[in-house]
């Protein structure tokens, strides 16, 4: 994901971008439980095919194992390589 900072962190495209910002503790939350991102980073010998996130992301459909997304816009300088970015809550 390429973005200005402020459009970065206020509008995430990629569902990993926003699974890395839920998972950041905030003050305001209490004790809150943290987000977490399921699964294992697979070592750089075993990438999937397709798009990388896919077996960890939760809106991975069939074309995300086969096939690795270009970038496309979603706003004003911010690019995001996903086949689903910011649809149905990431998908």
Do not use: M
Request: proline share 14%; aromatic share 6%.
């Amino acid at each position: 994901e390429e973005a200005p900072v402020r459009d970065l962190f206020h509008n995430p495209g990629h569902p990993y971008t926003r699974g890395l910002l839920a998972s950041v503790p905030r003050i305001d939350h209490g004790k809150a439980p943290l987000h977490v991102i399921h699964g294992t980073v697979p070592p750089i010998s075993k990438i999937p095919t397709g798009c990388r996130f896919h077996p960890r992301c939760p809106v991975a459909g069939p074309e995300c194992a086969i096939q690795e997304p270009v970038f496309k816009d979603v706003g004003p300088e911010h690019k995001v390589r996903c086949w689903y970015a910011l649809e149905k809550g990431g998908r």
